[in-house]
């Protein structure tokens, strides 16, 4: 063997630290996968942590019923590939049973609505750890979350309250009830993301790379006309453009952005140079400056 | 490319957000988006300027009272370097949290504000730097445009400092000092032109040259056990590896061990990250190690080199800086976390308080508040393999947990 020397990734070693603390202090961790390039990443530091062992925790997938078809083959297939458990909980039986009601109109969106499902699952399966992809980069108000962040029986994030975490010292000691949510990915950016995909050659859904898409415009940001998910008044014109997308959230609340990029080098060197932050084609968090925090305080991830 | 960690300290007012907006901005490392939302918010609230605290305040709380409660952490980069900056409270619960923010950190900036000179605060904030031993450490003399760019203002603010340094116990500190204003953009990331007197590098210049592998000082090996690996798959019955974070130095194939606490020797056989196998681990690299018998390893145990042994004790001395509402005192109880070993704790000494404005310390008092900083001795029920926060960061320190509330209630830098 020649004289081969590991080098550091500091963000990547930090990550797989991280999951390496969940499996040790935790009983029953769980992995919430939405099939976006962020929860894809995690799976991949989630491997390299445990190999040669398998994944030692289940993923979890909220499902809104508003995906993109190709996010949810892409899931399917990777579930397979690794050999781990995936427990989908659907947003729809909550509607149907009528415990939460559904948001109409123009800026219906189905994405306040995980949460109670996330909480039902949370409780159903006794999870104590919840593993997100969830980045402090992305909104100001996740920029004060935690690495561990301890929620209550509701799910609620006590944000004036939190335990300060020093050096790599993580304090996971809980009461029964109690949950903690954790975000290996917290120091990463969105361009730490998508360099990592590229160095890592992780396969992601085709919706991230450019592709031709029917497409309206509504305050600014272009939205998905190929099925009839996101609500459309009739006088929004539909056309097809070369489009991808940043995020892949619930479809009725991301926006795709103009693109050519059909391969990793070109998204990375478009991320580069953007201009608007990824959120910025979130509608959830233009409701509000502080949309985000409320959500966070009810359970929200 | 090179992550670098920066902690930012100064009181009120000194133009703390300022200075990281006027970084974001000079970086263009603010999208459109946020920026519209800022001049949006500056011109509802009445504000002629851009307030880009409105950038990093993230919680109702600190934007209704115009204050920043909770550490937050920035992300910008330049084209060699990614930097985090944690972005600390300025006076409520000030300690706790720029000591939290501190702990990760490789560099550190102080502000003090041109016109006010060196205060009390001024001095609270260097202190915690040399506690932390922070190697580098920036003061950045923040409105200088008020001061008519004094060269004579600056360098009274200077030998202050250098006064206050002298007095510090850790002399190995790089001190910067750098003028600036925030406001105007004057050597934040341009050069200024209204201080020609200046002949140093602007804040982000220096803070590109930082030298990393200068920063995290090179000491022992240290390999603290996570989680133990067995598969018991078919290809790899009989695998189990030691999964963990390399401290202090590096870690090869061959290289002679001991377990911790047990004393077993071995060997290194096997050192593995993801599918791939590595003759070297440089520190800061989480891998999986095998080594060459079959001994009894678990989480919490230590891999060290065998003629680089760490003390091994019951009985620790430590500075503690304590961070909750309940104070410490003595002979009461916690859980001890020191890396990824968990005992327990008794207080069996509070041996002073320390001031933090160099003043002295204050013997035997009756407990340690909030925020204050003192000096205890502990008794453990199992011992823990550690090292004098001096040699190596990682396995100085420990947190102090409540057992009642599961808090985080204090941290420890071992003497």
Redesign the interface.
């Known amino acids: ?8 990734g ?5 990550a ?2 991280i999951f ?2 969940v ?2 202090q935790f009983e029953k961790p769980v992995l919430l996968f939405s099939g976006g390039k962020d929860s894809i990443t995690l799976v991949r530091l989630a ?8 994944i030692p925790f289940p993923l979890l997938h909220i499902d809104t019923g508003h995906n993109f078809e190709e996010t949810i083959e892409f899931r399917d297939r990777l579930v397979k590939e690794l050999g781990v458990e995936l427990i989908v909980r659907n947003v729809q039986d909550n509607i149907d049973k009528g415990r939460v009601r559904e948001e109409t109109g123009k800026y219906a969106s189905r994405n306040m609505l995980q949460t109670e499902t996330l909480l039902d699952a949370i409780e159903e399966f006794g999870f104590d750890a919840c593993i997100g992809g969830a980045r ?2 992305e ?6 979350e935690r690495i561990f962040s301890v929620r209550d029986d509701f799910g609620q994030w006590d ?2 309250n ?8 993580l ?1 996971g ?3 029964l009830g109690q949950n903690v949510r954790v975000f290996p990915i ?2 990463w ?1 969105e ?2 993301v998508w ?1 990592y995909i590229e160095q890592e050659r992780i396969e992601i859904p085709s919706i991230y790379f450019a592709h031709k898409r029917p497409t309206f415009i509504r305050d600014g940001l272009i939205w998905s006309a190929a099925d009839d998910i996101v609500y459309r008044e009739e006088d929004e014109q539909v056309e097809e453009r070369m489009v991808r997308f940043r995020t892949v959230g619930d479809m009725s609340c991301t926006a795709a952005v103009l693109s050519t990029a059909t391969d990793l080098e070109t998204i990375v060197s478009e991320i580069r140079e ?4 990824e959120r ?1 084609a979130r509608i959830d968090d233009k409701r509000s ?2 949309a985000m ?1 409320k959500r966070k305080q009810q359970g929200y991830f | 490319m090179k992550v670098t960690k920066i902690a930012t300290a100064g009181s009120v007012d000194d133009g703390k957000s300022t200075l990281i907006g006027r970084l974001l901005y000079d970086t263009h490392s603010l999208t459109e988006d946020k920026l519209q939302a800022i001049e949006e918010k500056s011109k509802q609230r009445g504000f002629d300027y851009l307030d880009f605290s409105l950038a990093t305040d993230g919680l109702v709380a600190e934007r209704e009272q115009g204050i920043t409660i909770d550490v937050a952490h920035i992300y910008f980069s330049t084209l060699n370097t990614s930097f985090i900056i944690a972005d600390t409270p300025g006076h409520i619960e000030y300690t706790r949290n720029m000591v939290t923010g501190a702990s990760t950190a490789q560099a550190s900036i102080v502000l003090v504000d041109a016109r006010n000179g060196v205060v009390e605060q001024t001095y609270r904030h260097f202190f915690i730097n040399n506690l932390l031993r922070i190697k580098d450490v920036v003061i950045a003399v923040n409105k200088m445009d008020l001061v008519d760019y004094s060269e004579e203002k600056f360098n009274q603010i200077k030998r202050e400092i250098e006064y206050l340094a002298s007095k510090s116990e850790y002399q190995n500190q790089n001190i910067t000092f750098i003028p600036l204003s925030a406001l105007k953009g004057d050597n934040v990331v341009q050069a200024s032109e209204n201080m020609p007197w200046y002949k140093g590098e602007t804040l982000l210049n220096h803070l590109e040259d930082l030298k990393l592998e200068d920063v995290q000082e090179e000491s022992s090996t240290r390999f603290p056990v996570q989680t133990v690996i067995r598969p018991k798959t078919d290809d790899f019955h009989d695998f189990r590896g030691y999964a963990g974070k390399v401290y202090g130095g590096d870690l090869e194939v061959g290289d002679e061990i001991l377990v911790l606490p047990s004393a077993t020797k071995s060997t290194v056989k096997k050192i593995h990250f993801f599918n791939q196998e590595y003759q070297t681990a440089k520190r800061g690299s989480s891998v999986t190690i095998e080594l060459q018998d079959d001994v009894n390893v678990s989480r919490g145990d230590m891999l060290v080199k065998t003629n680089e042994e760490p003390q091994i004790a019951k009985q620790v001395k430590a500075t503690v800086c304590w961070m909750d509402k309940k104070p410490l005192t003595s002979s009461s109880r916690y859980y001890l976390k020191h890396g990824v070993n968990d005992v327990q704790a008794k207080i069996t000494e509070i041996s002073s308080v320390v001031r933090t404005d160099f003043s002295g310390k204050e013997l035997s008092p009756s407990q340690l508040a909030l925020n204050e900083i003192g000096e205890v001795e502990l008794k453990l029920s199992k011992p823990i393999f550690f090292d004098s926060y001096e040699e190596n960061k990682a396995n100085g320190s420990f947190i102090l947990i409540d057992s009642q509330t599961n808090n985080t209630a204090g941290v420890g830098f071992i003497g």
Not at chain 1, 1 to 8: G, H, Y
Not at chain 1, 10 to 14: H, I, N, V
């Open positions: 063997m020649s004289a081969k020397i590991l080098k550091v500091a963000l990547e070693s930090e797989i630290y390496r603390e499996v040790a491997q390299k942590a445990f190999y040669p062992a398998k402090r980069d909104e100001k108000a996740r920029a004060k944000e004036r939190q335990r300060p975490e020093l050096f790599d010292m304090n000691r809980i009461d917290s120091n950016t361009l730490d360099s953007s201009s608007i932050s910025g400056e502080a925090e």
